[in-house]
């Protein structure tokens, strides 16, 4: 049983990272106008404003109305933010910003009260859920921000030293995949031992300038790189180079993102390599040999902050302006997994090879629509995290999947080999 001081320790924490965690949502909303609010930019992602309504109407769902027995305070508001409830092309006709405002702040307000009598010990794992999936939906927004934005920014930061690419031997043995964590979600458990052969992994993302050769060699126009279905993916999207490309000498040494992951297969192909499963990667980014043991983060036990890694939308020199811009692979040393990999948290997400299902005794947790339902061999696992990716989903383990053809995201890759 948890004692009365741990569950309050555990009240506290969890107040404090719903406050941080709404914090930085709400940053992204300063100064908007209508049109941001409500307008699509892509078919395939929501308007930022529907996020942000969505937000309340899952906290709502689940500590009011599941955990405390509340009636819904805004049932008019259930069939727009539901995440089944409207197609995407009609998530559009919004409330204004400041009735949605209104709608979280209320929210929140009934979500603190009850916390303060809420038994956590059996409903902890939910609270540190929906702190995650408020982080989600925020880089989700953060993304539609970014495919209104014609106009990139160029800002660069200074390489901790010259950059060198090269491959990691990572020794035949078994590892920990996966989490048994309190914030794991549900299709990170349960945890396991898995064997891996000895195989060799890029030490950083592959780099704009290491791209750029594919660009430059034709890659894009030579099918000899590209699976049938990435081909074909090829001739109807018409794409030339990633989505969030810079033609700048600065960028050279920054990773290359905004690839779909057929983009990044033809890429691996050119280099004679390949992507690496979910196992490679996790087991090169989070198993420590020495200690016989899964590390928290790449780096130890820490949290992740602007030393470790690019994340969080803070400036990595100064820890605090908002940013939107990837920094070089090798500016984080003190980042480093155990194996010696710069960037696998934060950054840039990596696209794995492997596509996206349960682990064996998988259970889904709190709704099958959240995993479950994209257990279908059509969505690809990405691992790591962004530069907009908040710390409360920064962890090895962690799963994120999208479709092989989606390129909006802020997706980069490393490359492996056998």
Partial sequence: MISKLKKSSVKDSITVALDE????????FAGMNAATFCNQPHPDFSPVGWHLGHIAYIESLWILEHSAGSPCLFPHYRQLFAADGLPKSQRVNLPKLDETLDYLDTVRKNVLKYLEVADIEPQERLWRFLIQHESQHCEIMTMVLELFNSQRLSVTL?????FQPEMIEIPAGEFELGSDSMDAMDNEIPARKVYLDTYWIDRYPVTCGQYRLFIEAGGYQNSQYWSVGGWQWLQNEQVTQPLYWIEAQSYEH???????WYEAEAYANFVGKRLPTEAEWEKAASWDVQTNRRRTYPWGDDLPTHKYCNCNGLDPIRGDAFINYTT???TYPAGQSAYGLYDTLGNVWEWTASWFSG???FQSFPYKGYSQAYFDNQHRV???????????VLRPSFRNWYHPGVRQIFAGFRCVTS
Avoid: Q
Wanted: charged residues 15%; proline residues 11%.
């Fill in 328 to 330: 070089p692979v090798n």
């Fill in 158 to 162: 200074p390489s901790s030293s010259s």
């Fill in 254 to 260: 920054h990773p290359v993102y905004g690839v779909s």
């Fill in 359 to 361: 682990y064996e005794g």
């Fill in 21 to 28: 965690c709404r914090t930085k949502t709400l940053t992204l």
């Fill in 382 to 392: 990405l691992k790591g995290g962004s530069w907009a990716t908040r710390p409360w």
